[in-house]
Nanobody
Framework: QVRLVESGGGLVQPGGSLRLSCAVS????????MGWYRQVPGKQRGLVAS???????NYADSVKGRFTISRDNAKNTVYLQMINLKPEDTAIYYC?????WGQGHWGQGTQVTVSS
């Protein structure tokens, strides 16, 4: 069974930075497209950034230029570097591993709060 564990969330002031990590327990990490999603109460979970097995990246317009997704296949880990954080970035951030045939696995989420 594939297990994802996120870490790195917390409270940060506007303009600050955080780096989220997602460790994946699988022997086939390299085949997965990895994504970071976020959700606030009362709204749908939305894609923040993704990176596929070939390293191609995709970002939501609201985070372009501020967030960077990367992966370390040797460590079975995907990262989300977030800079210049804004209050509207406050959400629970979830990691997802997805195969090309649509099989997906989610982590438990990590809270990010941007507030002064």
């Amino acid at each position: 069974q594939v297990r994802l564990v996120e870490s790195g969330g917390g409270l940060v002031q506007p303009g600050g930075s955080l780096r989220l990590s997602c460790a994946v327990s699988t022997s086939t990490f390299g085949i997965y497209t990895m994504g970071w999603y976020r959700q606030v109460p009362g709204k749908q979970r939305g894609l923040v950034a993704s990176i596929n097995s070939g390293g191609s990246r995709n970002y939501a317009d609201s985070v372009k230029g501020r967030f960077t997704i990367s992966r370390d296949n040797a460590k079975n880990t995907v990262y989300l570097q977030m800079i210049n954080l804004k209050p509207e970035d406050t959400a629970i951030y979830y990691c997802k591993a997805e195969t090309t045939w649509g099989q997906g696995h989610w982590g438990q989420g990590t809270q990010v709060t941007v507030s002064s």
